[in-house]
């Protein structure tokens, strides 16, 4: 019975550590955007999809992508664009909620906003000419649905641009399930002032991402030009690219892992025993 227990729990703590180390990372950084547009290739390649968009970003129904400059400028800077933008406007499977109050897009040239949030000599832009930042606030977390739907979906893979990357503890991705569960997190890596960083990550194993949490730098941007505070790093982002939504899987709930070893456990056991009662006549 003891050894059964053993196999048991041996399971039940191995596995989370698996799916955390099956990640593949894909990151790299400099000062323009030729240095990282290889390492933006692998990821893609990764993730299939080929280099043609089609409608609403998505590249032979693998991939999606978004890249901000579409947004209208009524969604642009000094407007907020909605958290549900890219799953109702433009139906990419994708919506964002933050702790802050709301999302930006930065403003075309030849408007009345300055372009890069008014920011100009610390941020540079990867894909012309646009970038997206939280509004007070330096959490973004993106969650998947079936494109154009509520129903909640996943994803295996997800990546993006960070801009003005300068310390390598302070911009991360955090991967969760659908259950809430951490599997995978990473720091982007420093790029200096004005550079920029790319960080994705691909489940290696099956995992299924329900829920991606974006730490971008310590300071955040209050509106154009205005930072919520004189002294820390700020961070902001690019390109959004991820594994085409789909539906989700069922995964046990953590809590729920050690009452289905002991199961496993007493149903061997039952199994032996009825084995003994049938070559000893063992009578309980």
């Known amino acids: 019975m003891i050894r059964f227990l053993k196999i048991a729990v041996f399971v039940t703590l191995v596995l989370p550590a698996q799916a955390w180390a099956s990640f593949m990372t894909f990151e790299g950084s400099g000062s323009d ?4 547009t290889a390492v933006r290739d692998a990821f893609r390649s990764a993730v299939g999809g080929g280099i043609a968009a089609g409608a609403n970003g998505s590249f032979g129904g693998l991939r999606r992508e978004i890249n901000w400059d579409g947004v209208p400028a009524t969604a642009s800077d000094p407007n907020n664009l909605a958290g549900n933008f890219f799953n109702s406007n433009s139906p990419r499977g994708l919506e964002l909620s933050t702790p802050g109050t709301g999302f ?5 040239a030849g408007t009345a906003s300055p372009v890069l949030f008014g920011f100009g000599s610390d941020l540079q832009a990867f894909s012309a000419q646009k970038l997206f930042t939280a509004v007070n606030s330096n959490i973004t977390d993106v969650s998947f649905f079936l494109p154009g739907t509520s129903v909640a979906a996943t994803t295996s893979a997800f990546g993006l641009i960070f801009v003005d990357v300068e310390a390598s503890d302070t911009t991360r991705l955090e991967f969760f399930d659908q259950n809430g569960a951490l599997i995978y997190s990473r720091f982007a890596s420093a790029a200096g002032n004005q550079g920029l960083s790319f960080l ?11 829920r991606v949490r974006i730490t971008s730098g310590l300071n955040t941007i209050v509106s154009n030009g205005v930072l919520g505070n004189p002294n820390d790093d700020l961070v902001v982002m690019d390109d959004f690219l991820y594994a085409e939504p789909g539906l989700a899987r069922t995964v046990p709930e953590p809590s729920t892992l050690p009452l289905a070893a002991f199961g496993i456990c007493f149903l061997v056991i039952a199994v032996q025993r009825r084995a003994w009662q049938g070559t000893e006549g063992y009578k309980g």
């Open 200 to 210: 994705g990550g691909i489940a290696g194993s099956g995992e299924t991402i329900g």
């Open 104 to 108: 930006m897009v930065s403003a075309n």
């Open 33 to 36: 955007a030729a240095s990282i």
